[in-house]
T-cell receptor
Framework: ETGVTQTPRHLVMGMTNKKSLKCEQHLGHNAMYWYKQSAKKPLELMFV???????ENNSVPSRFSPECPNSSHLFLHLHTLQPEDSALYLCASSQDSAGVDREDGYTFGSGTRLTVV | DQQVKQNSPSLSVQEGRISILNCDYT??????FLWYKKYPAEGPTFLIS?????DKNEDGRFTVFLNKSAKHLSLHIVPSQPGDSAVYFC??????????????FGKGTKLSVIP
């Protein structure tokens, strides 16, 4: 497989459930990201990992918990979510961006469509 | 406070004509800009980028123009094709240093190219 793969593609969960989103990249990139896309809103950055260390956490509620066990895998653990957390969750990867030519930008996965009921 | 603004939620263009998608930004630290294209049920795909040392970058039918003084960039598609119908996102970041990992996105413009 090539590119960035996200599973599952669709997820419906109750507010008391615990679930995890998975992202895997096969591009040799060393930075990975979680973005959230809600209806009629811009893509919102949630977490950034570079070389498996978290470098950004944009004030995301603790009910979202990221995990990056290695440079190819990224997880988003979900627990006690609210209906307003229903959105498209996108994973992306890139080369280490600081000061490096980044003409190819980020590579995104197809996303997980999450519905919280 | 939106730092990257795409004020037109949608745009319809006849096939063969030029499509012009606009983007404005407010953060003067931004000096690297990208356009992404997104089809339904797929993630955004990188289209073209420009850094602040340039005012134009061209790739086939796609050209991005940057006006730093106006904090404005635009994406031109010529000629437009039905397969270009998608949502286009503008994104920006500092080129290096603090925050350079973070892309800030606009809300997107849905382009419809009519055959």
């Amino acid at each position: 497989e090539t590119g960035v793969t996200q599973t599952p593609r669709h997820l419906v969960m109750g507010m008391t459930n615990k679930k995890s989103l998975k992202c895997e990249q096969h591009l040799g990139h060393n930075a990975m990201y979680w973005y959230k896309q809600s209806a009629k809103k811009p893509l919102e950055l949630m977490f950034v990992y570079s070389l498996e260390e978290r470098v950004e956490n944009n004030s995301v509620p603790s009910r979202f918990s990221p995990e990056c066990p290695n440079s190819s895998h990224l997880f988003l653990h979900l627990h006690t979510l609210q209906p307003e957390d229903s959105a498209l969750y996108l994973c992306a990867s890139s080369q280490d961006s600081a000061g490096v030519d980044r003409e190819d930008g980020y590579t995104f996965g197809s996303g997980t469509r999450l519905t919280v009921v | 406070d939106q730092q990257v603004k795409q004020n037109s939620p949608s745009l319809s263009v006849q096939e063969g004509r030029i499509s012009i998608l606009n983007c404005d930004y407010t953060n003067s630290m931004f000096d690297y800009f990208l356009w992404y294209k997104k089809y339904p049920a797929e993630g955004p795909t990188f289209l073209i980028s420009i850094s602040s040392i340039k005012d134009k970058n061209e790739d086939g039918r796609f050209t991005v123009f940057l006006n730093k003084s106006a904090k404005h960039l635009s994406l031109h598609i010529v000629p437009s094709q039905p397969g270009d119908s998608a949502v286009y996102f503008c994104a920006a970041s500092p080129y290096s240093g603090a925050g350079s990992y973070q892309l800030t996105f606009g809300k997107g413009t849905k382009l419809s190219v009519i055959p």
